[in-house]
């Protein structure tokens, strides 16, 4: 986890899980060692492939908009976080976060690293 996108969504994260009484706590899928371990209890290897993926808009409104209006989670979050009142607060320090890790002054471009760990059986 790590660039900007991946603060955002973790500011969400925290604030559904105080919303909730839940933990954010997650497997941690970036991890290729714990993901190598849980695959090898199950006779399988890991292959990491690293990349970086550049996200543009144009402007961090206007990603942030869209992410709000389509993605699943932004869907089923906004109502919890409406509910008890934090979701301006959360939403207002979501975008301060795309602000800050912007690339480009006159539109809104940022890198986020990514890793795809490829999950095996060798026969």
Known sequence: ?????????????????????????RFAWHDAAAVGELAGRHGAHVKVHEGQLRITAASPEAYFEA????????????????RVGTYRQVRDEALAILRRGN?????????SPYRVIEIYRSH
């Open 67 to 82: 992410n709000e209006q389509q993605r699943p989670l932004s869907l089923a979050g906004r109502p919890v976080l409406e």
């Open 1 to 25: 986890p790590a660039g900007p996108i991946d603060a955002m969504v973790g500011t969400f994260g925290r604030a559904l899980a105080a919303a909730t009484g839940s933990s954010p706590n």
């Open 103 to 111: 690339e480009d002054p006159k539109a809104f471009r940022v890198s």
